[in-house]
């Protein structure tokens, strides 16, 4: 059992389908009221884009929270 956030690239990845989560990552995020926010915010920038999300757009979203994250 892991203490640590999942990455938000790895739950982008997980929410865009691109790779799912593993079995402990999907109950990390279920226990966790932290990282479940984090993927209903990339599920609703997911549902925007549904057919083929830009990695530009998801890469440049994921890196403002990761910033905003380690300034915190
Ligand atoms: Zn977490």
Known sequence: MTAQHLPLSELADHVTNKKL?????LQHVDSCPNCRSDVKWLEALGSLRRFEPPK????TVVGYFKHQRDAA
Do not use: N, R
């Open 21 to 25: 989560l593993d079995a402990a990552g």
């Open 56 to 59: 530009s757009a998801v890469d």
